[in-house]
């Protein structure tokens, strides 16, 4: 690998100002240096870029599906309290069956009417 050399120039020597330059070979190979990390930084940032874009996708796809699940099983769940209330309300009925009458005897039996119920 070739040596980077920085050479010091007071002010008045060969440049106008103070500071650190460098020899033709060494800014070329810092230059390229610089150019790469640049390349694989743009690199990196568009691959994080590419996988946040991906999973706030995802993200948002999750959401959409748990907020279908949820309005699915509220629907059911009201569907569920119809039936128990349709259930537990009172109707009518036709019956039909044995009695037994005041004298202890059996007949059978068959009627209409309000019907609830019980369990």
């Known amino acids: 690998m070739p040596e980077v050399?920085?050479?010091?120039?007071?002010?008045?020597?060969?440049?106008?100002?103070?500071g650190y330059y460098l020899n033709a070979e060494?800014?070329?190979?810092?230059t390229a240096a610089a150019k790469t990390y640049r390349l694989e930084r743009d690199e990196w940032i568009k691959a994080f870029d590419d996988?946040?874009?991906?999973?706030?996708?995802?993200?948002?796809?999750?959401e959409a599906q748990l907020?279908?699940?949820?309005?699915?099983l509220q629907r059911e769940r009201d569907a569920w309290q119809?039936?128990?209330?349709?259930?537990?309300?009172?109707g009518f009925g036709v019956f039909a069956g044995v009695g037994v009458t005041p004298s202890g005897g059996i007949e059978p039996v068959a009627?209409?009417?309000?019907?609830?119920?019980?369990?």
């Open 5 to 18: 050399v920085l050479i010091r120039v007071p002010p008045g020597w060969q440049a106008q100002t103070e």
């Open 26 to 30: 060494a800014l070329s190979n810092l």
């Open 51 to 62: 996988l946040f874009n991906e999973s706030e996708l995802f993200r948002v796809t999750i």
């Open 67 to 72: 907020a279908d699940l949820r309005g699915q």
């Open 82 to 90: 119809r039936d128990i209330k349709r259930a537990r309300s009172p």
């Open 111 to 119: 009627g209409v009417g309000v019907v609830w119920r019980v369990f």
